[in-house]
Structure formats: structure tokens, C-alpha cells
């Protein structure tokens, strides 16, 4: 019997944002590139990948996401940009950034970090970088059709909602793709009027 899961901790998107997002991938699919596109409903801004999570270790996860969250005040996110990782020549990833990375958003990432690296999850090398995953490229095939598909595809302005809670995800891999569900939630702190 398997005892651990793979987990995440990420903010769930609004309809209206993931509406947004699937009008861009519409339009990048235009350049018919090799690319193995997020599900709408699997869109998502990761702040945290665990990856296989000991089940008995979920618990302090859950409480350590709801202590952490309610210490950092609601606030709001804004798409901008398309892009590619780790760069347009070599595109593996393609993602959709934010404006002006939220301060809030970064000091939340770092105390997440440090909270669960107390539990044995390792932390990551890599500073962290606010984007959401819109697809994964899975050869080079229509390349030079995607770089300028990503230089010429623009997102709505104003395309924002507010952060009012961060959610701890379980993410099982079928073959018809990963199907995410909710193991807990954290909610920020509601700020004073």
C-alpha cells in the first residue's frame, strides 16, 4: 500500500481569470507547436510543490498552511505577460506571468518555505518565480511559430482577483492527465476596513 501522495500548495484561480488564460492558450495554439496543454480546471499558481508527501506527515502540512496564511493579509493578483521556460529558444514550459510580483506574495513563498522546511519538506534552490503553467512543450516541432505567438498574444488588462485563501492539493497522475483534489486550506487574514 502506497503511504505517501503527491501534494502541492497553490491559489486556486477565478473563473474569470482561467477564462482568460484558456483565450490565451487558444490563440497559442494557433502556431500548432508540440505542446501538451493545462485543462482549464487544472489551472492553477503554484507557490509549493512537495511531491510525494508521507501520508502521516499531510496533518502538519494542513496546519502549518493555515498558521502561515493567516498571518499575511488578503491581496491581489494580475496577469501580464507570456512567456516561455527556461527561455523562448528552448521553450519547455509555457506560462503566463504577473504583474509586478506581489511583496506580499514573495514574503508569503519565504515563510512557507522556512514553516514546512521544519517538517523535513526540502526547500527549493530556486528563487521563486510567480507564473502559472499553461502548457508543456513536448518537442520543437513549430518552434519559431511559438515565439512569435508568444510575443504577439497579449493578455486582457485588468485580468486580477483577490487572494483570500491558499490550498494544499493532492494531484494524482492518470492517463487521461493529473486530477488535482483539496486536502485543506489556509485563509489570509481579512483586512480591516
Not at 513536448?138 to 483570500?164: H, I, W, Y
Amino acid at each position: 500500500m502506497k503511504n505517501t501522495l503527491r501534494a502541492f500548495i497553490a491559489i486556486e484561480l477565478n473563473h474569470a481569470l482561467r477564462l482568460e488564460l484558456v483565450r490565451a492558450q487558444n490563440e497559442l495554439r494557433k502556431s500548432d507547436a508540440d505542446i501538451k496543454w493545462v485543462e482549464p480546471d487544472n489551472i492553477h499558481l503554484t507557490l509549493k510543490f512537495l511531491g510525494d508527501t508521507p501520508v502521516e506527515k499531510v496533518a502538519a502540512v494542513k496546519a502549518t498552511l493555515e498558521k502561515t496564511a493567516v498571518a499575511f493579509p488578503v491581496f491581489m493578483i494580475e496577469l501580464a505577460g507570456l512567456g516561455a521556460f527556461p527561455n523562448a529558444s528552448h521553450p519547455k514550459v509555457i506560462w503566463a506571468g504577473l504583474k509586478e510580483k506581489p511583496e506580499t506574495l514573495a514574503s508569503l513563498v519565504a515563510d512557507l518555505e522556512n514553516a514546512l522546511a521544519g517538517l523535513g519538506c526540502p526547500k527549493e534552490t530556486r528563487p521563486f518565480s510567480a507564473h502559472i503553467t499553461l502548457g508543456r512543450v513536448r518537442s520543437f516541432r513549430r518552434k519559431e511559430r511559438l515565439n512569435e505567438a508568444l510575443r504577439t498574444v497579449n493578455l486582457s488588462d485588468g485580468s486580477s482577483q483577490k487572494v483570500e485563501k491558499l490550498k494544499l492539493f493532492q494531484s494524482q497522475l492518470t492517463s487521461e492527465g493529473p486530477m488535482y483534489s483539496v486536502l485543506g486550506e489556509g485563509k489570509l487574514k481579512e483586512q480591516q476596513p
